[in-house]
């Protein structure tokens, strides 16, 4: 039985200063008919500055990420594709770019998905509005096999960058869910996740939230 999300809540409103305060600090997913109005280049932008951020402080990425957009032709998916291995090797001696050649190389790999993904689904935004919200994890798993560095939690977080509703499994979260029962440790096991979506979907039933508000919530809930 999945523990009931009220005094999950109620711990969360306590901690985070009361019912307002937290409310206010909730993210705002996208209606579905806002991402699908979201074009293919933002989406590409927003992918690679998550791949990017990994491992790195995000205000130096973001810092530089003008540069990137101007050698990657505004991350227009086709133009991007269209790169040579020399076009893409010469990025490496530019110094306004941060300069690690897997991530790099995984631009036009995610470039040419996107475009495969945008073909079968009319946009990229469609196949993300698309999704049904009741297998979250089985779409990290499709980004995961589709698209290049969206392992771990980059795919999830590159979700939450774009506007589409998921939640995370940060380190508080993962205390929520062991706290509530659903898990002994980290979902990694294809059992375990079905585990979490399925507390998830229970709780989203239960207080018609999305899975954004709940994840926080969630994390905003332990000590």
């Known amino acids: 039985m999945i523990t009931p999300f009220q005094p999950i809540l109620d711990r969360a409103r306590a901690r985070s200063g009361g019912a ?12 579905d008919d806002e991402l699908r109005a979201v074009p293919d280049d933002r989406y590409l932008s927003l992918m690679s500055r998550r791949v990017f951020r990994a491992g790195l402080k995000h205000a130096l990425v973001d810092a530089r990420w003008p540069a990137f957009e101007e050698v990657f032709f505004g991350f227009e998916p086709r133009r991007v594709t269209a790169m040579n291995d020399e076009d893409v090797e010469k990025l490496m001696g530019n110094r306004r770019l941060i300069r690690h050649w897997a991530k790099l190389k995984s631009v036009r790999h995610n470039a040419a998905a996107m475009t495969r993904v945008s073909e079968a689904h009319g946009s990229f935004g469609a196949y993300l509005a698309g999704w049904p919200a009741t297998d979250i994890t089985g779409l990290w798993t499709d980004l995961v096999r589709r698209f290049a560095h969206l392992g771990g939690n980059s795919g999830p977080s590159f979700l939450r960058m774009a506007g589409r509703d998921t939640f995370l499994f940060s380190g508080d979260v993962v205390r929520g869910l062991v706290g509530a029962g659903v898990v002994g440790a980290r979902p990694t096991s294809k059992a375990d996740l079905l585990k979490a979506q399925d507390a998830f979907n229970a709780w989203a039933e239960e207080t018609g939230r999305p899975l954004s508000h709940l994840s926080m919530i969630l994390a905003r809930s332990v000590d």
């Open 20 to 31: 307002a305060a937290l409310e206010e600090a909730l993210p705002q997913p996208k209606s």
